[in-house]
């Protein structure tokens, strides 16, 4: 669930997988576009991503990367890579005028699985 400044909304999963990583914990508040969560195969390395969202660089490229994800990449020296398989599920905009989103309940927690509509 993520709270607005007008309401609490349940974030609907649209990918399948294992939640690998929590960027966002509960009572959190987070701009949108930043990662939240981590979804793929359970054992994946997802270190190059981690290591990515700690660092100084734009978390645009990692989700123009999930978005493109069957398309190859031209290396650069900047680029995460993101395992194939490997989502990264960013702070929704959830209306027009919002900037930052609150993380009120995870109800899954790192090493659930979650099925697409969760």
């Avoid at 398989?85 to 699985?113: E, H, Y």
Wanted: aromatic share 4%; charged share 30%; proline share 3%.
């Amino acid at each position: 669930e993520i709270e607005t400044d007008k309401a609490t909304m349940e974030f609907e999963c649209f990918y399948e997988g294992t939640i690998l990583h929590i960027g966002v914990q509960e009572g959190e508040t987070s701009p949108v576009d930043v990662l939240l969560a981590v979804i793929g195969e359970e054992g994946e390395d997802i270190s190059a991503i981690l290591n990515g969202s700690a660092a100084d660089s734009s978390t645009e490229e990692v989700k123009e990367e999930a978005k493109t994800e069957a398309k190859p990449e031209v290396s650069t020296s900047d680029a995460v890579v993101i395992p194939e398989g490997v989502q990264v599920i960013t702070m929704p905009r959830l209306s027009d005028t919002m900037t930052d989103g609150t993380v009120a309940t995870w109800l899954k927690k790192v090493g659930d699985t979650v099925e697409e509509g969760d």
